[in-house]
């Protein structure tokens, strides 16, 4: 047994989690008025059911989301499947900086990729924080190198 240790990262940054409790509290808010009988009850109901449902399944979708490393590779887990990477057959990881799709949002992402040994680039579903959480990403992304190499040189032949 070696001492490289194991490493699991899940998603769910501050960003996201002031975003769903925020939605689930509109869904509240609008379930009680609909409750209460206000004036358009029936479409405080249908508001109430939308957003929150909504935030149910962007809750799993988003916090569903995992990275596990430990001897016997990488181990990524996104809504509906897991996905597995053995340390030989990883390059290295990249920083990606992704910006957001909507002109009117200055706002950028980061994350991570792991280059594979045959050029292929495989976008892992955490670390993905927002630029204001610099700290936390670099941090988690040198603890995923750290365990890469510390792996990959036990693998390696000879």
Partial sequence: MN????????AGGRPIRVGLALA???????GVAAGLGVTRAEEWGIISGV???????????????RVQAGPAG???RTLLRWRRL?????AGFEDLRVDSSD?????????????LRDGALVVLPVPYLAAEEAGTFH??????????????????PG
């Fill in 51 to 65: 957003v929150g449902a909504g935030t149910v399944l962007g809750a799993f979708a988003v916090l569903g989301r």
């Fill in 3 to 10: 001492g490289y240790g194991e490493l699991s990262l899940r």
């Fill in 24 to 30: 689930a509290l509109t869904a509240l808010v609008a």
């Fill in 139 to 156: 941090e988690e992304t040198a603890r995923l190198r750290a365990l890469r190499r510390g792996y990959a040189d036990d693998t390696s």
């Fill in 86 to 90: 053995d340390w030989k057959e990883i």
């Fill in 103 to 115: 002109p009117r949002l200055r706002s950028t992402n980061l994350r991570v990729a792991a280059r």
């Fill in 74 to 76: 990488l181990r990524f």
